[in-house]
């Protein structure tokens, strides 16, 4: 089952995946990094002119790491506006994902947010830097494989 905005990307010949819908029935579609930034724009231009949040997160242990977008098509006397999510998915060894900065500014401190903890290089951001954990701060928090600096487990405590 397709949504309107993969109809689109396909009868235009755009490459990406359909994820199916959510629980809310908002489509969700799976990018690939190199093809990231051409589909933001044309979204964007598109009619999904919010970004109404970004995240991310580690899909498994050694694994894959996702950035997500939720887009939102903004327009006058409308009371349910159109979504779409899009997932991002980049290898955990050199994530690398377009910056949307330049589309939504409102990514700016998402994306920061998204290397601060996952590690997640966005590429051409105009100021991507620790935003949460210290300049030096070793790793990256929210890896399902992140060891704490310093962290000794307490054996027999009784």
């Known amino acids: ?12 010949r ?17 990018i690939k990094p190199e ?14 002119n919010y970004l109404r949040s970004q995240c991310a997160y580690d899909v498994a ?16 006397g409308v009371d349910q506006p159109e979504e779409v999510c899009i997932k991002v998915f980049a290898p955990r060894k050199n994530p690398r994902i377009p910056s949307v900065f330049w589309i939504w500014k409102s990514a700016n401190f998402q994306e920061r947010e998204s290397y601060d903890m996952l590690g997640i290089s966005y590429d051409n951001h105009p100021r991507l830097k620790r935003i949460l954990m210290p300049e030096s701060w070793i790793g ?18 009784y």
């Open 1 to 12: 089952m397709q949504g309107r905005l993969s109809a689109w990307l396909v009868k235009h």
């Open 14 to 30: 755009l490459v990406h995946r359909s994820l199916g819908f959510d629980y809310q029935g908002i489509e969700t579609l799976q």
């Open 35 to 48: 093809d990231w930034h051409s589909i933001a724009v044309i979204s964007y231009v598109y009619g999904y």
């Open 61 to 76: 242990p050694g694994g894959l790491l996702a950035s997500v977008y939720h887009l939102t098509r903004i327009q006058y």
């Open 140 to 157: 990256w928090p929210l890896r399902k494989d992140y060891i704490a600096p310093n962290f000794y487990e307490i054996q027999d405590a």
